[in-house]
């Protein structure tokens, strides 16, 4: 198993503005994922981090806009920039090990 | 563009009932799918997997089957308790040139539990 914690758990932002999201597992991990998750809908994929390389991106996302920062192989950070209030989801951290696990979510609300 | 869908987007059982949530996917090169389930609040958590050399697999009161023909998993939940009262997602493992390894996931399933 893996234990995820992910800060901070829940915050409101203002239009504009950054949030950073940080991601802690227990144990070193090669990969790292950041999901997002709107309002009654399904994960979607934002980018796969790995130490020692830069993150990449899905189709739809853009490092401008989501930079990830994996300096080691047991955190990671996601920013999400230049806050809309599109932006308002849950963003989840995940890593896998023998299988995939996921933290308990971000929830971010953009005024 | 690859997909993973379900068939019954909400699903309400009576408590101690059995209930079979569905999914559909398409990569028929897909060879690893998880069912996770998420409450109210909370990340996914992870239930059951199953590899696509196996047909079935079973946990604590669930099951999952995987009919690899029709590219179809389901994940039944036996004598349903409140507390599997959440939102189920299949997840599909698919490896991409250029991106390595990752998961698609359904569009997730309401499970209610009646009393």
């Known amino acids: 198993s893996a234990v995820i914690s992910q800060k901070p758990s829940r915050d409101i932002c203002q239009r504009g503005t950054s949030l950073t999201i940080q991601c802690q597992v227990d144990s070193q991990v090669t990969m790292m994922f950041w999901y997002r998750q709107q309002p009654g809908q399904s994960l979607t994929l934002i980018a796969t981090?790995?130490?020692?390389?830069?993150?990449?991106?899905e189709s739809g996302f853009v490092i401008d806009k989501f930079p990830i920062s994996r300096p080691n192989l047991t955190f990671s950070t996601l920013t999400v920039s230049n806050l809309s209030p599109e932006d308002s989801s849950i963003y989840l951290c995940?890593?896998?090990?023998?299988?995939?696990?996921f933290g308990p979510g971000t929830r971010l609300t953009v005024l | 563009g690859e997909s993973v869908g379900l068939h019954l987007p909400t699903l309400s059982v009576q408590e101690g009932d059995n209930s079979i949530i569905n999914c559909a996917y398409s990569?028929?090169?897909?060879?690893?799918f998880i069912w996770y389930k998420q409450e109210s609040g909370k990340g996914p958590q992870f239930i059951i997997d199953?590899?696509?050399?196996?047909d079935k697999r079973q946990g604590q009161r669930v099951t999952v089957l995987l009919n690899k023909t029709v590219k179809h998993l389901s994940l039944q939940i036996a004598a349903t308790q409140p507390g599997d009262s959440a939102v189920y997602f299949c997840a599909e493992n698919i490896f991409r040139k250029n991106y390595g390894q990752n998961f698609v996931f359904g569009p997730g399933t309401r499970l209610s539990v009646l009393p």
């Open positions: 981090a790995n130490q020692g390389s830069e993150a990449t991106y």
């Open positions: 995940s890593v896998m090990r023998d299988t995939q696990y």
């Open positions: 990569n028929s090169a897909s060879d690893y």
């Open positions: 199953i590899r696509s050399n196996m």
